[in-house]
């Protein structure tokens, strides 16, 4: 891997706090990780350059949960409630899904991921070697996990695929993939399967993804089975004590359970839009920010959103709790952003991801500004979150290494993947109607 020099960029936005932009300035990474920020040595001799006159130069986008596979299933089922989607529409027809079907989807997950500047996700599915082998193709940093159900004929195999995943995989493909455990949900996994995945993560030495507290009858369900609520039932079996968790939604809280949260540094996946359009709820983000809980922001898989477009995801989180507190200065511009880079990073339990610091790894986006919806430039981070899109990101560099240019993906075949993607889609539908 060799050296790149990105110079004359119009500003830097390092994340290391609002104040803290570089402009008319360079940026220098050797390998896989940055080596200079600002003011770049004369005898750096970069095997290649890339001139960022016109562009901002920031951290690449952190998307903390994400089911990629289900770009298959983009508008398959909308305008339904969370449980309905799930039991009658979509956990019917991913009985029929197959490895093929997983990674054509992936793969047009990926390169849509990296067209709109995410560079690390998140994703909790089957097949996650498909997954694995596809962010491999397209050059995306992922974070995989195995979805685990603890009752029925394939809790076993999930823990056994699971167990596989990170034999295969973890910390694998020069690093670019690490996975964690991927018990689904409380009412979907019965604590003693719980304690058995948590064991199984300590001796695995890896963190837990879970959905939590995502609805009203969800929390409704947990009270009425073990009566608690699907938080404290997880503090009580002790699934936040000294490991890495991951824990997606977090809407339905009480004060108490924000602590318990904040407290262990759990870190939360906020998926606004996801949540907006099933109605599942709120997450009370502010308050959570306040306690010092750590929180990213992920857009939930492509049939609950409809897309996996992290810049847009900012803005509607930015909005969103303005209007819902009825306060205008909740949840401003540069804490969107720090959600979608370095928090997301921290919440993936990454410690060198999400800044352009010396020492971090390279995983950043060049955004064009010379746009008209980007002038005038009054604020730069207001400009970032509540005016520009994801067709605005020109160049992604994951692990010093660019992988798209001028919006082409350099390792992928665009348009073959949208065939493919879609020939799957057709051929799982058939499939489905045939098997029923």
Partial sequence: MGS???KNATAILPMTGPDQILYNADLAIEGKEIKYVGNVPAEFQPDTVIDARGKVVMP???????HAAMTLLRSYADDLPLMEWLQKKIWPIEAHLNSEDVYWGSLLACAEMVKSGTTLFADMYFEMGRVAEAAQVVGIRANLARGMIGFGPNAERAINESVELVECWHCKADGMVKVMLGPHAPYTCPPEYLERVMKLADDLKVGIHIHLAETKAEVEEIKEKYG???????????LFKGRQVLAAHCVHLTDEEMEILANHKVGIAHNPESNMKLASGVAPVPRLLELGAVVGLGTDGPSSN????LMQEMRSAAL?????????TVLPAYTALEMATVKGAQALGYDNLGQLQPGYLADIILIDLEKPHLYPRHDLIANLVYSATAADVD????????????RKLLFVDEKEVIERAEARTK????RAASEK
Avoid: S, W, Y
């Avoid at 690449?60 to 994400?66: A, D, I, K, R, T």
């Fill in 4 to 6: 790149l020099l990105i």
């Fill in 60 to 66: 690449g986008l952190v998307n903390c949960h994400n």
């Fill in 228 to 238: 608690t609520t699907p938080v404290k039932l997880m503090d009580q079996i002790g």
């Fill in 306 to 309: 409809n897309n996996l477009d």
């Fill in 320 to 328: 969103l709790h303005k209007v819902f507190t009825m306060n205008p």
């Fill in 395 to 406: 160049t992604v560099i994951v692990n010093g290494r660019v992988i798209m240019t001028e």
């Fill in 427 to 430: 051929e799982l539908l058939a």
